[in-house]
């Protein structure tokens, strides 16, 4: 089982910056994928990104693709998003997740976070 807390979201003006962290606690987690996850108001939960077990792949959306960078460290159970050149579109809770392999869909994700909401002021 693996429990997750998302932490750094906020207010960041458009064109700024924001990371992400995803602490994890669990003895498998460094054997699952994680994905990061964002809902805004109104709509479905987006895929925004995920990463594999090692570290060694990761996926984006087209819509964050180039600005967005997803890095774990299974030492110190933490996953991070890092959010370069931020929209007013991006603004959404993130959630991040952990399931057995990388997926587009939410539904194949075992854990979620409880969330946090990044806001981008144009």
């Known amino acids: 089982q693996v429990q997750l807390v998302e932490s750094g979201g906020g207010l960041v003006q458009t064109g700024g910056s924001l990371t992400l962290s995803c602490a994890a606690s669990g003895r498998s987690f460094s054997s699952v994928a994680m994905g990061w996850f964002r809902q805004a108001p109104g709509k479905e939960r987006e895929f925004v990104g995920g990463?594999?077990?090692?570290?060694?792949?990761?996926y984006y959306s087209d819509s964050v693709k180039g600005r967005f960078t997803i890095s774990r460290d299974n030492a110190k159970r933490m996953v991070y998003l890092q959010m370069n050149i931020l929209k007013p579109e991006d603004t959404a809770v993130y959630y991040c997740?952990?399931?057995?392999?990388?997926?587009?869909?939410?539904?194949?994700?075992?854990?979620w976070g409880q969330g946090t909401q990044v806001t981008v002021s144009s």
């Open positions: 997740a952990a399931g057995p392999r990388i997926n587009y869909d939410f539904r194949r994700y075992d854990y």
């Open positions: 990463i594999d077990w090692s570290g060694g792949n990761t």
